[in-house]
């Protein structure tokens, strides 16, 4: 991955510093709220004031008092915190904290695909840029797209973009046909079904608890799928004592913390010469450049307010829907 050198991110850290107790006194001076997804470190995690999914992450930012949201995770989260907040700073630790799935869809390409489809109602998932969303109909998360599906009436014609996984397990899952844009994330496609079934001979208790962002050939051997957060309530909820993770390490953190005696097992990448089971853009942030980054309040996101006004409206109906649905 190519990544931008931006000097105030890895400005030199006062020797002896305490980094923890220095990011505490920022945020309250600051009144900045420190907002981490699951798949950041567990450092970030344990500092952060929410931790959290997309969907929490989103409704998270849209009802915060705090002056500055620092989004800990990738730069569409902090995108959405910014449409939702136009008048709040938003920073991301480390501006080059992207996603591989967000990048699979250009906003070009993407206009190019609703025009050819008049009539269509266009879904997309929140892993994608301002632009994109601000062509859409409706946003969703992988918490809520089955509930946002299922609440159109059912000879609704649906595009649906960028993930084509969670696109044909929506499909699946709701029978409906909607037509899916091509685009994928590079950590989850990376999941080797091979070495997930080779770990279930070896823990044959264990429950595989997959992210719907896999191929269909992981999700069709899984026991339970959905959401970091469904992941993480499945894991605490289960009556089993070993599972077997197959979505960004990240998360089994929080799933340490909540289930103490129950073990967790990473499911294995492909290539196991790499850490494939780690997306390398949400590791890209660090407590130093979180330090840096609230004393500095340095990397800002900003968005063209056009594209900010017509944005927001899919992601309020989101939120709205969510609301109603007890999400
Ligand atoms: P969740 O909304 O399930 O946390 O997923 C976010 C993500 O980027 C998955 O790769
Ligand atoms: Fe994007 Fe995949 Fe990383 Fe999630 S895990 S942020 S979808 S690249």
């Not at 990011?23 to 798949?39: C, F, G, M, P, T």
């Not at 997930?196 to 992981?218: G, M, N, S």
Request: glycine share 6%; hydrophobic share 40%.
């Amino acid at each position: 991955m190519q990544t931008q050198s931006i000097g105030y991110m890895d400005a030199p850290i006062p020797e002896g510093i305490d980094l923890k107790a220095e990011i505490n006194k920022l945020r309250k001076e600051k009144n900045a709220v420190i907002l981490a997804h699951y798949y950041q470190t567990g450092d970030i995690q344990d500092i952060a004031d929410f931790v959290g999914d997309s969907l929490a992450l989103a409704q998270w930012a849209a009802r915060t008092k705090a002056d500055i949201i620092v989004m800990c995770g990738v730069h569409f989260m902090g995108e959405t915190a910014k449409i939702l907040c136009p008048d709040k700073k938003v920073l991301v630790p480390d501006m080059n904290a992207g996603c591989s799935l967000a990048d699979s869809c250009p906003a070009g390409e993407f206009e190019t695909f609703v025009k050819g489809h008049p009539g269509y109602t266009v879904i997309s998932y929140v892993n994608t840029t301002a632009a994109v969303k601000a062509l859409t109909d409706i946003v969703v998360t992988s918490t809520n797209a089955r509930q946002i599906v299922e609440s159109l009436p059912e000879d609704t014609p649906i595009l649906f973009g960028p993930d084509r996984n969670l696109g044909n397990y929506i499909n699946s899952i709701t029978g409906r046909k909607m037509l899916l844009w091509n685009g994928a994330c590079h950590v989850h496609e990376q999941f080797s079904l091979e070495k997930i079934l080779e770990l279930k001979k070896k823990y044959p208790d264990a429950e595989i608890l997959t992210h719907p962002e896999c191929k269909k050939a992981v999700v069709e051997v899984s026991d339970f799928v959905g959401s970091t957060a469904a992941l993480l309530k499945h894991s605490v909820k289960s009556e089993k004592q070993q599972f077997i993770v197959a979505t960004e390490s990240g998360v089994i953190h929080e799933m340490r913390k909540q289930s103490p005696g129950k073990e967790f097992i990473p499911a294995p990448p492909s290539d196991s010469s790499c850490a494939c089971n780690e997306c390398n853009f949400m590791r890209l942030n660090t407590m130093k450049k979180l330090y840096n980054c609230l004393k500095f309040e340095l990397p800002e996101i900003f968005i063209d307010e056009n594209i900010q006004k017509k944005a927001i409206l899919p992601i309020r109906r989101m939120l709205d829907i969510s609301e109603k649905l007890g999400l």
